[in-house]
């Protein structure tokens, strides 16, 4: 039969266990979040990259179009322009010229439409190559962390099992009164811990939980470890 110090004594060990545990446990649910956020990144970006590759595809068919467009008025205005020598009175000549100006004033506006359509397929086949590249090097950076994460994560979980082990093996040493006790007044306290040390100065004994003063006859009880004291402030089990 351990005595209250022993036990008291394994209960701080397993206390510190458990503070382990819950560290993991806050990692062991972080982490497979980060995992997340780089997928999701990673599909935001494939995303940007097809949008912009629909943008790109779309203008390149409406150049396609003015281009044939600007062909068929090259056509039609030869074509015009060999009637020229055919007509027979000055009226038909003067409207074939200005069928002719009409469609050379059109020909001259599809160029320039053309040609910034040229200068913006540039600007966009710059664009595209560093969204591609940005997308690389994101994937790049998501293989790598997923799988470092990945690791970390396995780690994590191989060295919960094992303090849990240990941490069952001390519990199984401690009295089942005081254990529940423990998992009580630790349900309460938002840093985990229930059970602390009192330390000593000029002024007296303080409970390291709550930094408060223990009455003097509460430290005689602790000292005597013939039962198991809590600090009237803050209900935290003392222990010398
Ligand atoms: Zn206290």
Redesign the pocket.
């Known amino acids: 039969m351990a005595t209250l110090k022993e036990e008291l004594d394994k209960l701080l060990e397993l206390q510190e266990l458990d503070t382990k545990l819950k560290d993991i446990d806050a990692l062991l649910e972080d982490l497979p979040q980060q995992i997340k956020t780089l997928e999701r990144e990673d599909i935001a970006i494939q995303k940007e990259l097809e949008e912009f590759q629909k943008t790109s595809t779309h203008m390149r068919v409406e150049r396609r179009q003015k281009e044939m467009e600007l062909k068929a008025i090259e056509e039609q205005i030869k074509t015009l322009q060999s009637k020229l020598y055919e007509v027979k009175t000055n009226k038909e000549y003067q409207a074939l010229q200005t069928e002719i100006e009409t469609l050379k004033n059109k020909k001259s506006m599809l160029e320039d439409e053309i040609l910034v359509h040229m200068e913006k397929d540039e600007e966009f086949k710059k664009q595209e190559k560093q969204l591609q590249e940005k997308m690389e090097k994101h994937r790049n950076l998501k293989t790598t962390k997923q799988k470092e994460l990945e690791i970390k994560i396995n780690q994590l979980k191989e060295e919960r099992n094992q303090i849990k082990k240990t941490r069952d093996e001390y519990a199984a040493c401690i009295d089942m009164v005081l254990l529940e006790l423990y998992a009580r007044v630790k349900k309460n306290k938002k840093d985990g811990i229930a059970i602390c040390r009192i330390t000593h100065d000029s002024n007296g004994s303080i409970?390291n939980?709550?930094y408060?003063y223990i009455p003097g006859y509460l430290v005689e009880k602790v000292k005597r470890k013939t039962e198991v004291v809590q600090?009237e402030?803050?209900?935290?089990i003392l222990s010398e």
């Open positions: 409970c939980g709550c408060v600090c402030n803050c209900g935290r």
